[in-house]
């Protein structure tokens, strides 16, 4: 977590605050389809475990 923020301080100070704006919108976009994926996937192997496990 300490190396994203050192990061993200790097790129403002290098690069001015609209490439660090601009550069986390692709990262949350890139974050939120991942977490999408992660959730479909989990909820198909959950619920083949789930419903095995409950008595």
Do not use: P, Q
Request: proline content about 0%; aromatic content about 16%.
């Amino acid at each position: 977590m300490l190396l994203w923020i050192v990061l993200i301080v790097l790129a403002l100070a290098l690069f001015g605050f609209g490439f660090t704006m601009h550069v986390l919108w692709y990262v949350a976009a890139v974050l939120l389809v991942l977490w999408v994926i992660g959730f479909f996937m989990r909820g198909r192997m959950g619920s083949g475990r789930s419903a095995g496990s409950h008595r």
